[in-house]
């Protein structure tokens, strides 16, 4: 690397970006709000949905494809609005996804009806992506290497949200018209996120992405810069289409190129892994209040402490990754995989439990497992997938995850119809086919490819 002119001097503001990116940064600080906020809000309301829609006269397979509604609409939406999200920039992307899921969360407040239900799920299925968003917004400030540090960090903040959020929802769904008012404060705490979206320091995060560009020779471009080169390139070839309607198709192809070149990649057991463990855990959790109490009798409001308790133990193991990172040497592949295998162990042990004393052990361990599964997946899907914009690779996922969404509630469904025990145990048989799928794939990710990917 040459050096034909003296580097700028030193400011004392800004640090560096490896640091920037996993320190106190402001911007840091304020992501890691508005996933904590985020969370919080619809966890609220998400474990009541199969109550409240079992209260509106609907049967547990009308249930089931209600429910299939939304991962439908994340499957179609989430690539594009990742995409978007590239091309317009992360600031107005994370403020509509955020905005119209108040909408929708406010209409979920005025549901009387199964039709209305499913309606009110619309808004919320399109643009529910403002976690990836986010996401895709810290691995462009962040390094390789620290990117699982800061994705876990974010990800325990959002779990704090998840501690709080059952309890607020299942204290009020034991009062009169709970489920109502539940909804409209999780549409009031969305708007309040999307005020303080507005309100982050993004002049600040713009500066530092300049300076990254500056530094790093081998930093990715952040997603509005990648995205005007993309159309200068395609504009060269197009340029006397000079229309709207020109205007519109050149961002289109830039978006279908990127999903072909993500598509046609080698990232196929990776997504396949991440469809079959997000079955797996979808149906360990889309009866779990229910389940519960029909099992052992155990009241909706007792069902909250306990999903907020295995949440704060999620938390901790989000701020624990850099060490376990450090212990297994940055080999996200490894961490995968035993994190998968002991997600397996502990759903089986949930789904053959005998006294609610088995049921928090296996929450316990459980909450652990996940947290540590969720962040290594997505970093092995941004570091295997090379120059990918990282809101396109990370949309992409989500959509894998949308199929899950589709599959889950309507094998739920089915499988309660034999028992409340049925879900769990489906998914412990999805989770062995993760594993097994990740032990044929282990010599070609312990070739040396994922340790180079890492020290790059």
Not at 159 to 168: A, D, H, T, Y
Not at 345 to 354: C, H, N, Q, R
Not at 401 to 406: A, E, P, Q, W
Not at 421 to 431: E, W
């Amino acid at each position: 690397m040459e050096a034909s002119e003296p580097p700028p001097a030193p400011r004392p503001g800004p640090a560096p970006p490896a640091l920037r990116g996993g320190g106190p940064g402001r911007f840091v600080r304020c992501l890691y709000l508005v996933g904590f906020l985020d969370f919080f809000g619809v966890s609220m309301v998400v474990p009541l949905l199969s109550l409240h829609i079992k209260s509106l006269g609907a049967s547990p397979t009308v249930a089931g494809v209600v429910g299939s509604s939304y991962g439908l609409l994340q499957l179609f939406s989430s690539t594009f609005v990742g995409c978007w999200s590239d091309v317009i920039g992360r600031q107005y992307s994370l403020l509509a996804c955020i905005l119209f899921s108040a909408l929708g969360y406010l209409l979920l407040g005025m549901s009387t009806s199964v039709c209305l239900f499913a309606i009110a799920r619309i808004p919320i299925g399109i643009f529910k992506h403002s976690l990836s968003i986010s996401k895709a917004l810290l691995s462009d400030l962040v390094s390789e290497r620290e990117r699982p540090l800061v994705l876990g960090r974010f990800n325990a903040a959002s779990s704090v949200g998840f501690i709080l959020g059952p309890v607020v929802g299942g204290y009020f769904t034991e009062l009169e018209s709970g489920f109502y008012l539940t909804s409209f404060i999780c549409s009031f705490i969305f708007i309040l996120n999307a005020g303080l979206v507005w309100m982050l320091p993004w002049s600040e995060e713009h500066t530092d992405s300049n300076e990254s560009k500056q530094t790093t020779s081998n930093r990715k471009v952040t997603a509005k810069a990648n995205y005007d080169l993309q159309v200068q390139s395609l504009s060269n070839g197009a340029m006397k289409y000079d229309t709207p309607l020109q205007s519109l198709w050149i961002p289109l192809v830039s978006v279908l190129k990127r999903i072909k070149s993500i598509a046609c990649s080698d990232l196929w057991d990776i997504f396949l892994v991440r469809l079959l463990m997000s079955v797996a855990v979808m149906l360990y959790y889309s009866n779990f209040v229910l389940a519960i109490e029909e099992r052992f009798g155990v009241k909706p409001k007792l069902t909250g402490y306990l999903i907020s308790y295995s949440s704060t133990l999620g938390a901790l193991a989000g701020f624990s990754l850099g060490p376990i990172t450090r212990l297994y040497q940055h080999n996200s592949y490894a961490l995968l995989l035993h994190s998968t295998a002991l997600t397996c162990v502990l759903i089986m042990l949930y789904s053959t439990a005998f006294s609610i004393w088995m049921v928090i052990l296996s929450s316990t361990f459980l909450a652990f497992s996940t947290t540590v599964g969720r962040t290594c997946i997505t970093d092995l899907e941004l570091t295997l997938g090379g120059n990918q914009a990282s809101g396109t690779l990370i949309g992409v996922g989500q959509s894998v995850t949308s199929v899950g969404r589709i599959i889950a509630p309507l094998l739920s469904g089915i499988a309660q119809e034999f028992s409340p025990c049925g879900p769990p145990s489906l998914g412990v048989g999805l989770a062995l086919v993760a594993i097994l799928i990740m032990l044929m794939n282990t010599p070609r990710y312990c070739s040396g490819r994922n340790a180079k990917l890492k020290s790059e």
